[in-house]
T-cell receptor
């Protein structure tokens, strides 16, 4: 059973546009929600992460929106650039004060056209 | 380079053979994780260590898989009697306790 469900599977956005990727979870014990970016042939790299005590976190062009009651969170990439073309994974963990295993979504392949 | 290092990067083997992957974590990190990733999927957790202690193992880790971290530094993942379904990217990650996971570039296994 997929603990974290991610959509869409693929996304094509024009340069300068907004990319939005959504994730949903069921386990209310999850308390850490990171997003990872992966380029072909590379391992995933942490992009941005949020804990459920806040509803939004912004770092540069990347924003996580978190809806605890709906058990959903999303990644917004503003002013999308061709260099953002990669696969993005949402994940969740129930580590509490210590980070445990991550449950990953299936990924979204983002293509940004110049 | 002070990142997570994995070796070999690519391994092609015949079904039934044993393979071993090595992971060298970031030096001060006490946690080490193994994940498996197949094409078009997110990484799936296999196991993790805190120092030399193996704290959790996934049901994905069948009895043909064994992982060790003998001195709390590098780790090895061995797959015995490989099957075609074992073909995947094996990712290692390390972290400080309660810290961000840093992934290596992975070891790609192809079982013929």
């Amino acid at each position: 059973q997929q603990q974290v469900k991610q959509s869409p599977q693929s996304l094509i956005v024009q340069k300068g546009g907004i990319s939005i990727i959504n994730c949903a979870y069921e386990n209310t014990a999850f308390d850490y929600f990171p997003w990872y970016q992966q380029f072909p042939g590379k391992g995933p790299a942490l992009l941005i992460a949020i804990r459920p005590d806040v509803s939004e976190k912004k770092e540069g062009r990347f924003t996580i929106s978190f809806n605890k009651s709906a058990k959903q969170f999303s990644l917004h990439i503003m002013d999308s650039q061709p260099g953002d073309s990669a696969t993005y994974f949402c994940a969740a963990s129930k580590g509490g004060s210590t980070l445990g295993r991550l449950y990953f979504g299936r990924g979204t392949q983002l293509t940004v056209w110049p | 380079d002070t990142g997570v290092s994995q070796d070999p990067r690519h391994k092609i083997t015949k079904r039934g053979q044993n393979v071993t992957f090595r992971c060298d974590p970031i030096s001060e990190h006490n946690r080490l994780y193994w994940y498996r990733q197949t094409l078009g999927q997110g990484p799936e957790f296999l196991t993790y260590f805190q120092n030399e202690a193996q704290l959790e193992k996934s049901r994905l880790l069948s009895d043909r898989f064994s992982a060790e971290r003998p001195k709390g530094s590098f780790s090895t993942l061995e797959i015995q009697r490989t099957e075609q379904g074992d073909s995947a990217m094996y990712l290692c990650a390390s972290s400080l306790e309660a810290g961000e996971l840093f992934f290596g570039e992975g070891s790609r296994l192809t079982v013929l």
